[in-house]
């Protein structure tokens, strides 16, 4: 089988469970060469190393990305963003999300989640039945990164769709039609929050505190701190990495669980065991399933030679999976500890919100299995074809109280 994979042509199956041909790729080549030049790497500690070593392992997308994307706004966006940066850049930028994202400025978002999560709930018991992603999942992490950046409540609709298709340009395979889509989307989404910075500069008194697009744009008015596109791409970016992987991180939450009613008890049983039930959906169904890193000079990796300026494909889901690192690993186990997974990545990119990824699941989680006596499947979930973001399309649940 190695000798066969190739990361931009999946095998059949893959998408129902990438975990098994993973599995397979970590015994026979856990430091994998794919046909296109690129490596493919398995192993938990392997990874681990990497993402510890910004020097040795470039997240910069420069050349990775001008094959793919040329001269295009796509370009502009997926190598301005900080997370396609390195230092100095990197931390120059990194620094201005960690301010926004402080423990104080989460806290005042707790009650917005709850009342939100109330809401959907009301409408699943009138109902009695609902279809997740739609009516939950999508809307809860939508509405709190658009608060965060104060976008208004009737324009939620247009930064899903653009979101989506500037996303799905990371595919490693592409139409052209995606391509026009997402390049599209990119010109869409500058000017209009361009519209949305400068109504906010003309009226400062209509921002409200936990605002990120403020601290932001203060940034680049110093001029030195931030540039006006650096300022444009951060906030396209927050918007597309604030919510499709929390999107999928509930609608998985709630797909896992019901696949596994005993943990459903065990949660009952002991409220306590929230916290750790995040992190096991977050390891069980990594959202974000693939990073990337380009090696910055040649080095060897597991006993691979991997030259200077190659690819590697670091396979969270692989990782999250790694028998050397948690005991039986296909175990969907809401009591796991340690449970040290590596689904926000990991050293000086590890992901800026996740600690509000982590309150918006614990709060749905919880209020969900507390509310409702019984709850169903109604027809198998649909796992979208996506390799990097493991998405799911439609779940549809039924309850009584
Ligand atoms: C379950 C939900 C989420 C998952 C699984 C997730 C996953 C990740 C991962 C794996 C990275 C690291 C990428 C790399 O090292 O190459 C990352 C970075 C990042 N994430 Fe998240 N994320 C989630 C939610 C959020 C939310 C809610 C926000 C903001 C509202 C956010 C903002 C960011 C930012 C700004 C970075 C870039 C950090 C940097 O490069 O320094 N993420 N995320």
Same mark, same amino acid.
């Given at each position: 089988?190695?000798?066969?994979?190739?990361?931009?042509?999946?095998?059949?199956?893959?998408?129902?469970?990438?975990?098994?041909?993973?599995?397979?790729?970590?015994?026979?080549?856990?430091?994998?060469?794919?046909?296109?030049?690129?490596?493919?790497?398995?192993?938990?500690?392997?990874?681990?190393?990497?993402?510890?070593?910004?020097?040795?392992?470039?997240?910069?997308?420069?050349?990775?990305?001008?094959?793919?994307?040329?001269?295009?706004?796509?370009?502009?966006?997926? =190598?301005?963003?900080?997370?396609?940066? !390195?230092?100095?850049?990197? $931390?120059? *930028?990194?620094? #201005?999300? @960690?301010?926004? &994202?402080?423990?104080?400025?989460?806290?005042?978002?707790?009650?917005?989640?709850?009342?939100?999560?109330?809401?959907?709930?009301?409408?699943?018991?009138?109902?009695?039945?609902?279809?997740?992603?739609?009516?939950?999942?999508?809307?809860?992490?939508?509405?709190?990164?658009?608060?965060?950046?104060?976008?208004?409540?009737?324009?939620?609709?247009?930064i899903r769709r653009w979101a989506e298709a500037i996303l799905?340009?990371?595919?490693?395979?592409?139409?052209?039609?995606?391509?026009?889509?997402?390049?599209?989307s990119?010109?869409?989404f500058?000017?209009?929050?361009?519209?949305?910075?400068?109504?906010?500069?003309?009226?400062?008194?209509?921002?409200?505190?936990?605002?990120?697009?403020? =601290?932001?744009?203060?940034?680049?008015? !110093?001029?030195?701190?931030? $540039?006006? *596109?650096?300022? #444009?791409? @951060?906030?396209i &970016?927050?918007l597309n990495?604030?919510h499709e992987?929390?999107?999928?991180?509930?609608?998985?939450?709630?797909?896992?669980?019901?696949?596994?009613?005993?943990?459903?008890?065990?949660?009952?049983?002991?409220?306590?065991?929230?916290?750790?039930?995040?992190?096991?959906?977050?390891?069980?169904?990594?959202?974000?399933?693939?990073?990337?890193?380009?090696?910055?000079?040649?080095?060897?990796?597991?006993?691979?030679?991997?030259?200077?300026?190659?690819?590697?494909?670091?396979?969270?889901?692989?990782?999250?999976?790694?028998?050397?690192?948690?005991?039986?690993?296909?175990?969907?186990?809401?009591?796991?500890?340690?449970?040290?997974?590596?689904?926000?990545?990991?050293?000086?990119?590890?992901?800026?919100?996740?600690?509000?990824?982590?309150?918006?699941?614990?709060?749905?989680?919880?209020? #969900?299995?507390?509310?409702?006596?019984?709850?169903?499947?109604?027809?198998?979930?649909?796992?979208?074809?996506?390799?990097?973001?493991?998405?799911?399309?439609?779940?549809?649940?039924?309850?009584?109280?």
């Amino acid at each position: 089988m190695p000798a066969e994979f190739d990361i931009r042509r999946v095998p059949d199956g893959y998408i129902a469970d990438p975990y098994r041909v993973l599995a397979d790729l970590r015994t026979k080549a856990p430091v994998y060469p794919n046909p296109d030049g690129s490596f493919v790497l398995t192993r938990y500690a392997d990874i681990e190393h990497i993402y510890r070593d910004p020097v040795l392992w470039s997240s910069d997308k420069k050349s990775a990305f001008w094959p793919k994307f040329g001269d295009s706004p796509l370009f502009e966006h997926h =190598t301005t963003s900080v997370v396609f940066t !390195d230092p100095p850049d990197h $931390t120059r *930028i990194r620094k #201005l999300f @960690q301010s926004a &994202f402080t423990r104080k400025a989460l806290n005042a978002f707790v009650p917005r989640i709850s009342g939100l999560v109330d809401g959907y709930l009301d409408r699943l018991a009138d109902a009695g039945q609902m279809e997740v992603v739609e009516e939950f999942s999508f809307r809860l992490p939508i509405e709190v990164v658009s608060d965060l950046l104060g976008v208004p409540q009737s324009d939620r609709g247009l930064i899903r769709r653009w979101a989506e298709a500037i996303l799905t340009a990371l595919e490693p395979s592409l139409t052209q039609d995606q391509l026009d889509h997402g390049n599209r989307s990119v010109i869409e989404f500058k000017e209009y929050l361009c519209d949305l910075i400068k109504a906010r500069r003309a009226n400062p008194a209509s921002a409200s505190d936990t605002e990120v697009i403020g =601290t932001l744009a203060d940034a680049e008015a !110093d001029g030195e701190r931030l $540039t006006e *596109i650096e300022l #444009l791409h @951060q906030c396209i &970016f927050m918007l597309n990495a604030g919510h499709e992987t929390s999107t999928n991180m509930i609608s998985h939450g709630i797909h896992e669980m019901l696949r596994h009613p005993d943990q459903i008890d065990r949660l009952r049983r002991d409220p306590g065991l929230i916290d750790p039930m995040v992190e096991e959906v977050l390891r069980y169904q990594a959202p974000i399933q693939i990073n990337n890193r380009a090696a910055t000079t040649d080095i060897r990796v597991a006993g691979v030679d991997i030259p200077k300026g190659s690819n590697v494909h670091l396979m969270i889901n692989a990782a999250n999976r790694d028998p050397d690192q948690f005991p039986d690993p296909d175990r969907f186990d809401i009591g796991r500890k340690p449970n040290r997974h590596l689904s926000f990545g990991l050293g000086v990119h590890i992901c800026a919100g996740n600690t509000l990824a982590r309150m918006e699941a614990a709060i749905a989680f919880q209020k #969900l299995f507390e509310r409702f006596e019984k709850l169903d499947l109604v027809e198998p979930a649909q796992i979208a074809p996506r390799i990097r973001f493991r998405e799911i399309k439609r779940l549809v649940i039924a309850a009584k109280s």
